[in-house]
């Protein structure tokens, strides 16, 4: 069976978490970790807003 490639992979190759930790200290770790984070609560917090009836009313199904 052959793999079929968009050919994304040879331009823009995955990085990895361990690579990530050993470069500078672990900087490049923690900036990722840290975007992660801040993603979470950003969607939630949207979430929230646009689904607990604060930007959008709630909808009364009867």
Known sequence: MTEVSN???SQFPEAKFADLVKLQG????YT???AQIFNIFW??????????GYIFPI????
């Open 32 to 34: 990722f970790i840290g």
């Open 59 to 62: 909808p009364d199904f009867k």
């Open 7 to 9: 050919g994304a992979e």
């Open 26 to 29: 672990g900087r490049p770790a």
């Open 43 to 52: 969607t939630l917090l949207w979430s929230y807003l646009l689904f607990g």
